[in-house]
């Protein structure tokens, strides 16, 4: 890898985690995955300032998405696009799982079911369709 590529990945990697809600999203994905409204809804942010930050993480090599019907669900990757993907996704499985936000949001993940918050996103496609 070039040495100016190298620079380039590691500051996508470290600038991607150095927002709040984007470290707290790589949390949650630890425990399950999980599908652009339920982010939403843990979170309390919108859907555009949602999906910038997957995109954020997605171009970083941190995680990577599926399309399931309507659905899109994210999964943190295995970090293999990038060592530094790689090696600060398997630290951060042992770092901040004490911080009062993050325990909070991972404690409280089995309350966000997609099929009760996504309801308002699946009728809006279906009168599209």
């Given at each position: 890898?070039?040495?100016?590529?190298?620079?380039?990945?590691?500051?996508?990697?470290?600038?991607?985690?150095?927002?709040?809600?984007?470290?707290?999203?790589l949390k949650m994905l630890q425990h399950?995955?999980?599908?652009?409204?339920?982010?939403?809804?843990?979170?309390?942010?919108?859907?555009?300032?949602?999906?910038?930050?997957?995109?954020?993480?997605?171009?970083?090599?941190?995680?990577?998405?599926?399309?399931?019907?309507?659905?899109?669900?994210?999964?943190?990757?295995?970090?293999?696009?990038?060592?530094?993907?790689?090696?600060?996704?398997?630290?951060?499985?042992?770092?901040?799982?004490?911080?009062?936000?993050?325990?909070?949001?991972?404690?409280?993940?089995?309350?966000?079911?997609?099929?009760?918050?996504?309801?308002?996103?699946?009728?809006?496609?279906?009168?599209?369709?």
């Amino acid at each position: 890898m070039e040495r100016s590529q190298m620079m380039k990945d590691f500051i996508k990697v470290m600038k991607a985690l150095s927002d709040p809600s984007r470290v707290k999203i790589l949390k949650m994905l630890q425990h399950k995955e999980m599908c652009v409204c339920e982010i939403q809804a843990a979170l309390g942010l919108a859907q555009p300032t949602t999906s910038k930050h997957l995109r954020i993480l997605e171009e970083a090599g941190l995680v990577e998405y599926e399309k399931d019907g309507l659905w899109v669900n994210y999964t943190l990757t295995e970090g293999g696009a990038s060592p530094y993907a790689s090696t600060l996704l398997g630290n951060l499985r042992h770092w901040l799982d004490e911080e009062p936000t993050v325990m909070d949001l991972t404690q409280h993940l089995s309350d966000f079911e997609r099929e009760k918050i996504c309801e308002k996103g699946v009728e809006r496609q279906r009168k599209k369709g």
